[in-house]
């Protein structure tokens, strides 16, 4: 946002700038789409209540109304972290699927709904698919 203002010449961002954040945001997460690699993006979450159904929803943090719920559109694999507690300690979990409330999804078509976020084991299960 900070370079948006100086562009604009201004000091307090209106809707236009604000539009102009998204655009260049929506822009990173395709560019990022088209790389040949495996990309890793991590975000924090915000709870929101749905205008229309009035559901309370955990979405990821970004700015804009719309974005929050477009962002895994551009991923193939979107899991939510959480921790568990047990009688050994925190169990730290990776969910795969969604809720009515959370926003998870894999495509990879091996995975169970809950997992043990550790990129070997994952890796193990694509591969034995």
Avoid at 44 to 71: A, C, F, M, N, R
Avoid at 96 to 118: C, F, G, H, Q, W
């Amino acid at each position: 946002m900070d370079n948006i203002l100086k562009i604009n010449n201004k000091s307090i961002a209106t809707q236009y700038e604000w539009g102009q954040l998204i655009l260049q945001l929506s822009d990173i997460f395709m560019r990022l789409t088209q790389i040949k690699k495996h990309i890793i993006c991590i975000a924090h979450e915000i709870v929101v209540q749905d205008d229309i159904t009035s559901e309370i929803l955990v979405l990821p943090l970004i700015y804009g109304k719309k974005l929050p719920g477009q962002l895994p559109l551009w991923f193939d694999e979107v899991y939510r972290m959480q921790v568990a507690k047990s009688k050994e300690g925190p169990v730290y979990q990776a969910m795969t699927t969604a809720t009515t409330k959370y926003t998870a999804k894999s495509r990879l078509r091996v995975l169970d709904t809950i997992e043990v976020p550790n990129y070997n084991s994952i890796m193990e299960k694509v591969k034995n698919g």
